[in-house]
Structure formats: structure tokens, C-alpha cells
């Protein structure tokens, strides 16, 4: 063997052994270590997102630990039949027919899950009352999140309900009433203005779907246009429906449309009208559509 020959050989292994080792460093060691360090910086993210999270979910568990005792049962399962027969429960005893109450899966959102209940039935506006009167008493977490309302064929005090109903259950690692239980919490909480149905009863004497059937409720365009200070004082209502005055004096009842009251306090810019034992407080400028329902407390006491 020449001494080329050797040299070459010699510079020939040198170059193998240089291109094997660069091609182990990169693909071995230095791809391995960049794909890590990625990863690291990945679950890095995580972990911080996490405890952020976690942060805020003990935080408000702090804040509302009251909500906890509200949120319907940990488990799946129990939560949807549960609520789904409380539901069924409620609109039957309130006497509506052909009910059908279907809760789907809980969505996940941060701090527990959502569930969504869907409901179709037919009733009265009375009964429709008394089902939001009960359903806004409940304990639970728990909101009408839509309703829609038609009426039926051949009777005009009969219509059909569809309602979508939303319910919350909190994550149970931090609830502390439902540690060993699984049940719906039990109680009411109110978070009505009134303590008592009377004072939505009114919403059954209003004919909701008038203008829809085409006609025209003279209520909503009646409005409280002036106050006349004398003796006796005078209250005057417009009705912008028919360009009409209604006048009326302290104890007179005022009729217009679905509107039935009685005149029981003048003021100077506001009156208020009894409605069956109810009294509602009506300011000039606004329409009877507009009066706001005082507290049950205003109320003259039964003679």
C-alpha cells in the first residue's frame, strides 16, 4: 500500500467518524433535548394555567361557599334524574298536561357543569305563574333560559309551553355540603320581590296573545297624563289607541282593556291602584304596562 493510499484512507475514516458523530449529536442527543425542552415548556404552561384556575375556583369557593349548598348532586346521573323528576313533580302538580322534561349531559365549564333541560307542556298563564312562582323558590342554581308560548286551537285559555331551563352543579372537590350526600338540596330561597303568589297572579288576567290573534289590548296604550290638584284632585288617562280621556278621582276604579283597578293614592307625579289586594304604582308619563308592583306589606288590610 502506498502513502496515498494510506493518507487517504486515513482522511476517508477522520470524515466518517466526523459525520457519524455530527449526525449522533444532532439526531441523538440534540433533537431529543430540543423535543424535552419543548415539552417542558409545555407542561410548564399547564401547570401555571392550572394553578391559576385552581386559584380562582378556591377563591370563589371562598367568595359564594353559600352556591355549594345550591348545586345539584356530584354525580351525573343522580343530578339529571333528580332534577329532571323535581321538574315533572312541580308541572304536574301545578295541573299541566302532556309534559315532556328531557336534561341532556352536563357541558364542562370551569368550575363544574351545565346542565341543559328542556321542557314542552300545555297549561293556562295561571299555572304558568305558579311554575315560575315555585321554580324561582327553588334552592338550586338554576335560571329560564327561554320560553316560547302558542295558542291552541279552539281554546283560547289553553296554550302550548316550550322552555329551556339551565342548572349548574360545582365542582364537588370543594363542596362541603355534598361530601357524603347526593341528593337536591332541600329548602326554598327566595329571590322574588314578593313572598306570595297573589301579587303575580296578575299576569293570567293579561291577554298576551291579543295583538298576536290580531287584536289590540287598550291597556297598553293607556297612559297617565296628568295629575289635577283640586277639589276634588282628577287623574286623567289617555288612550292613544282610540285619542280617548279617561278621568277618574281618588276610589274610582279605572277599566281599560285587560286593565281592572281602583284609584287608592294620589301624589304629586304618581298614583297607586289596587288590583285584587295588590297595589301597583303608577307615575305620570307611564303606560298601565308599566306600573310597578309594590310590596305585599303596602297592602290595606282586609275589612
Request: net charge negative.
Amino acid at each position: 500500500m502506498t502513502l496515498r493510499n494510506l493518507v487517504l484512507i486515513v482522511f476517508l475514516a477522520l470524515f466518517l467518524t466526523w459525520y457519524v458523530s455530527d449526525w449522533a449529536y444532532k439526531t441523538l442527543y440534540l433533537e431529543p433535548r430540543t423535543e424535552l425542552s419543548g415539552e417542558i415548556e409545555k407542561y410548564s404552561q399547564d401547570i401555571v394555567l392550572q394553578r391559576q384556575r385552581l386559584d380562582g375556583a378556591r377563591q370563589f369557593h371562598s367568595q359564594h361557599v353559600g352556591y355549594y349548598y345550591r348545586s345539584l348532586p356530584r354525580i351525573p346521573n343522580d343530578a339529571r334524574s333528580q332534577y329532571s323528576f323535581w321538574l315533572l313533580e312541580l308541572l304536574q302538580y301545578g295541573g299541566f298536561e302532556d309534559i315532556r322534561v328531557d336534561t341532556s349531559p352536563p357541558v364542562r365549564i370551569p368550575l363544574g357543569g351545565d346542565y341543559r333541560t328542556s321542557i314542552q307542556c300545555t297549561g293556562s298563564l295561571a299555572q304558568l305563574s305558579y311554575f315560575m312562582f315555585e321554580f324561582y323558590n327553588a334552592p338550586f342554581l338554576h335560571r329560564l333560559t327561554s320560553l316560547t308560548l302558542s295558542p291552541m286551537e279552539g281554546n283560547a285559555e289553553r296554550m302550548t309551553f316550550s322552555m329551556t331551563v339551565n342548572t349548574l352543579t360545582l365542582d364537588a372537590r370543594y363542596n362541603p355540603y355534598q361530601a357524603t350526600i347526593n341528593q337536591l338540596p332541600q329548602g326554598r330561597l327566595s329571590r322574588l320581590a314578593a313572598h306570595d303568589l297573589t301579587p303575580y297572579q296578575v299576569i293570567a288576567e293579561r291577554n298576551l296573545l291579543q295583538t298576536a290573534r290580531g287584536g289590540v289590548d287598550r291597556a297598553d296604550y293607556t297612559f297617565l297624563t296628568a295629575i289635577i290638584h283640586g277639589d276634588p284632585t282628577e287623574v286623567w288617562f289617555s288612550v292613544r289607541s282610540d285619542e280617548t280621556l279617561i278621568m277618574a278621582q281618588l276610589g274610582t276604579p279605572v277599566h281599560s282593556g285587560s286593565f281592572s283597578g281602583r284609584i287608592v293614592e294620589i301624589h304629586d307625579q304618581d298614583i297607586v291602584l289596587d288590583r285584587n289586594g295588590s297595589r301597583w304604582l303608577l307615575s305620570v308619563g307611564e303606560g298601565l304596562n308599566e306600573a310597578f308592583a309594590l310590596p305585599p306589606e303596602t297592602a290595606e288590610p282586609n275589612e
